[in-house]
């Protein structure tokens, strides 16, 4: 399996958004979901979808990939906004049965609330559309560094996701071979109840637990040979550069939050 | 130097010891090959020099250092290890992420770093697979890198456990002569643990080891032409002292002095030209 398949999304890529540095990608899309939250009007929404048309245009990336994002958690925004269109009070009543009730201010919440999905749901896609994970664990790793002076054990953790990375593909790999190996043996994954098909994962889970721990454990030494130790300080041949469009990103960032606090005291 | 002496060493959970007093010494600038049966303890006995498993019965020192926990950091220093499965030793997402990482353990400024890579890996031939992420690579290739991943820390000694066996004849010829080139070069000591009788050939010296014993400790010519010890411990002789040897059965004289495949083809030219 393709490791830059993980998230199952990385668009390949050369666009702006897709050179821009991992970590101000990560900030940025943290800093777009609180501005969603806070965008209350229809003035400060309507900034926030331009911004995002903005960065999907400048992504080049299909936009069949930001709407699979979506489409996965269509079933949730769709109940979570029928909730709250049939639940809520205020306004024109239109219709009313027991203690449900479409009021004018139902559907203005209900319509608000499917909005503050597609804008977190699409915000968030473009990071793991335009970024490999091998970067995104980079960013983390830099962006975790910080905490360190909580005496989090900062560097050990981000080995430890890097070797996670590293390894999924592997994982992956044994489960096909083992599930291969089951099927030959005459075991079939696809029919019987739902407890049937659980009970024939087992003779694929044991094996591959086992070959992890001992995989697990080969690694460990192979780690300790080539001179890893966890408490000791290490360089690092990965370095992330911060490029002059990273600024200039930063600035338009700034920029449309400023503008976002004025429409949100003007409204 | 490596030396080990009177080692007694038992698995965990087990009765039996694999090794008993066992003692053995490895000169400096040598390359030497073990040989012996699967399961003979030829790993075992390479993690122990590379002090990788629990601290033995014994004294095992290389270049003066105590093989114990508290040399380790510093042993770790001399020493490179290549191991038999290449995919579980394998660290970084990419070819030159691995190669990297233990330069990052030794702290090497990472602008220093991409020279020392491209090194590394034009010596394994592996260039072209730079960016490569483990998964798109074949075993034979791993095994390179692993090598590369050795040779960018310039080992003093560098312990090879099976480290070519899944490579090419004509890819591990050229790494083992690359091998063989830097240790006449520089101040290397080999210790390659193999199966592959060219390999041995190459050595200057053959650890035979059997039943946690070493049975015999000799130049490869000596090892190579003793049909008997060579069929106790598994190994088939090489093809230019086979050949040889079925001469002499034919009644052909060939000359004791001729080990190589070279050497034999050059022979027999002269001979049947000066025939002819
Ligand atoms: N972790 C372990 N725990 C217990 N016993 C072990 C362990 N590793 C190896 N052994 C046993 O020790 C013996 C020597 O193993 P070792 O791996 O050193 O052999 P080897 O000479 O390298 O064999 P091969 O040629 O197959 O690589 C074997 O009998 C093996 O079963
Ligand atoms: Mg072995």
Do not use: C, E
């Given at each position: 399996m393709d490791n830059r398949a993980l998230f199952g999304m990385y668009f390949p890529g050369n666009s702006l958004i897709h050179r821009l540095d991992p970590r101000l990608k990560m900030v940025a899309c943290f800093w777009f979901v609180v501005l969603v939250f806070f965008a209350h009007g229809w003035a400060s929404n309507l900034l926030l979808i331009v911004l995002l048309l903005a960065v999907i245009r400048l992504s080049r990336v299909v936009f069949a990939k930001y709407w699979a994002g979506v489409r996965g958690l269509m079933g949730v925004i769709l109940f979570t906004a029928l909730i709250q269109a049939l639940f809520s009070s205020g306004g024109t009543v239109y219709w009313q049965w027991g203690i449900m009730?479409?009021?004018?201010?139902?559907?203005?919440?209900?319509?608000?609330?499917?909005?503050?999905?597609?804008?977190?749901?699409?915000?968030s896609t473009v990071i793991t559309v335009t970024t490999t994970p091998l970067e995104l664990a980079d960013a983390i790793a830099a962006l975790l560094k910080p905490l360190k002076v909580l005496h989090l054990p900062v560097n050990q953790l981000a080995m430890m996701l890097s070797i996670a990375l590293r390894f999924v593909p592997t994982i992956m790999n044994e489960v096909t071979m083992i599930m291969n190996a089951q099927r030959a043996r005459g075991v079939d994954f696809n029919s019987g109840s739902l407890l049937k098909r659980a009970k024939h994962l087992v003779p694929v889970l044991i094996p591959l637990f086992v070959a992890a721990f001992k995989r697990a454990e080969e690694l460990a030494v192979a780690m300790e040979a080539r001179g890893y130790d966890?408490?000791?300080?290490?360089?690092?041949?990965?370095?992330?550069?911060?490029?002059?469009?990273?600024?200039?990103?930063?600035?338009?960032?700034?920029?449309?939050?400023?503008?976002f606090i004025g429409l949100r005291i003007w409204e | 130097m490596i030396s080990v002496e009177k080692l007694t060493f038992t698995y965990p959970h087990q009765e039996a010891a694999l090794f008993e007093d066992l003692s053995l010494t490895i000169p400096d600038h040598q390359w030497v090959a073990i040989v012996g049966r699967n399961g003979s303890g030829k790993s075992t006995l390479a993690r122990l020099i590379a002090g990788l498993l629990p601290t033995p019965a014994g004294t095992i020192t290389v270049n003066g250092l105590p093989v114990d926990e508290d040399h380790l950091?510093?042993?770790?220093?001399?020493?490179?290890?290549?191991?038999?499965n290449p995919d579980n030793q394998f660290v970084g997402a990419t070819v030159a992420d691995d190669v990297a990482f233990g330069l990052e353990n030794r702290r090497v400024a990472p602008q220093k770093m991409p020279t020392i890579i491209e090194r590394a890996l034009a010596q394994v031939r592996m260039t072209p697979f730079k960016a490569a992420r483990p998964e798109e690579l074949s075993g034979g290739q791993k095994q390179r890198v692993a090598l590369a991943g050795a040779l960018a820390l310039k080992p003093a000694v560098l312990i090879l456990d099976e480290a070519t066996s899944m490579l090419d004849p004509q890819g591990r010829g050229e790494v083992l002569s690359q091998l063989a080139s830097l240790r006449q070069q520089g101040e290397l000591t080999i210790i390659s643990i193999t199966h592959d009788p060219a390999e041995v050939a190459l050595a200057d010296q053959v650890i035979v080891l059997d039943q946690g014993q070493v049975r015999r400790q000799d130049s490869p010519e000596r090892v190579l032409t003793d049909v008997a010890l060579v069929e106790a411990v598994g190994l088939v002789q090489p093809f230019a002292l086979r050949l040889k040897a079925a001469l002499q059965a034919q009644g052909v004289a060939v000359p004791a002095t001729i080990t190589t495949e070279g050497e034999l083809v050059q022979w027999l030219n002269q001979q049947l030209n000066t025939r002819g």
């Open positions: 009730a479409v009021t004018s201010a139902g559907l203005v919440q209900a319509v608000l609330l499917m909005l503050r999905f597609f804008l977190i749901i699409t915000g966890p408490n000791q300080p290490r360089t690092k041949y990965r370095q992330l550069h911060w490029q002059r469009r990273d600024s200039l990103a930063l600035a338009v960032l700034v920029f449309v939050t400023l503008a | 950091a510093a042993l770790h220093q001399q020493l490179g290890f290549v191991f038999q």
